[in-house]
């Protein structure tokens, strides 16, 4: 009888992960962070750029190797924080001779938990299988609400009504492929490089808006705890690590002055403590900075594609 019980147990907990996987996997669209992870894994860069969507479509990799000669992967994107951002390094570094780190600072990702979208789980999602995994999952998973943490679909679960459009788009040479067009439009266009190109259309902007504010009260301490987790593996493993503040839009900053220039007092102070070098881009008065409000597609900060190879000429000599 106790042999049975223990069949039976054993039996559950294989269906209930069974099912789980299944439904991951059925409901689960294919997105750019799975191309993102095909192009890691390949290992053809030397340099890693990550942060958020401010990062993705303002920082454009092929602009960096014109002018620096290093190759860069652009990982960055919307709801990556500081603890994705360590695993996404550790990734890297095991598949080239990572030489750079190209951090984007937004001061808005520091306050606050990370909200529980389905951003959430974008990165460890596709993140490969190994021991590495194992951790990120325990760091991550465990923080997360217990119906996310236990149920990675449930995030997605109105991706059923739409299941035979997923199990077709899984059986597709496009998805098996990697192929890169699904996440091109007429918004912006999506690279091999990670670099997402946003296009001057009305379609694209959002001039209403507010932009996402740091505020100090709501500190993190999660993400200044993984952010200096990435320092010590950086220094350890003898990879440069740059941060940057992106520009914004100069009707944003005056309207928000308080909480821009709070952000960079504290980032100037507390990146200076931890040694790490800092790039100001914020307000910096820059020649040929982008700063007006129709160099963005929206008010938090977004470059269009024209501007982002302007700012990216910028960084380039600041950080050669």
Known sequence: ????????????????FACNIALSWLLYPYTYTRANFHTMKEGSYEGLIVGGSHAKCGIDPEVLYTMTGKKYLNSAQ??????DILYL???AASRTDLKTVIYEIDPAYWVDKPNQTQEYVAVYHEYPLSVRKASYAFDKMLMADLRTSLFEWYLYRKEV?????????????????????????????????GFIARHRTDAGTDYETEPSLWNE????????????????????????????????????????????????SFFTSY??????????????????????????????????????????????????
Do not use: W
């Open 1 to 16: 009888m106790r042999n049975f019980k223990r069949f039976l147990t054993a039996v559950i907990l294989f269906l209930f």
């Open 78 to 83: 919307g709801g990556e924080h500081s603890l």
């Open 89 to 91: 390094v550790k990734e």
């Open 161 to 193: 009504f739409h299941i035979r459009d997923r199990i077709a788009e899984k059986s597709s040479e496009t998805y098996k492929s990697f192929r890169l067009e699904p996440f091109s439009d007429e918004i912006q266009t999506y690279r091999e490089d």
């Open 217 to 264: 009260k709501t500190y993190n301490p999660d993400e200044q705890k993984y952010f200096e987790k990435l320092v010590s593996f950086c220094r350890e493993n003898d990879i440069e690590l740059i941060t940057v503040m992106m520009p914004v839009p100069d009707t944003s900053y005056e309207m928000y002055k308080d909480p821009y220039e709070d952000a960079r």
């Open 271 to 320: 990146l200076g403590s931890e040694d790490v070098r800092f790039l100001d881009f914020l307000h910096s008065g820059t020649e040929g900075m982008p700063n007006r409000p129709e160099d963005f597609c929206d008010n938090d900060g977004h470059l269009f594609e024209d501007t982002a190879v302007r700012f990216t000429g910028i960084l380039a000599k600041a950080i050669s």
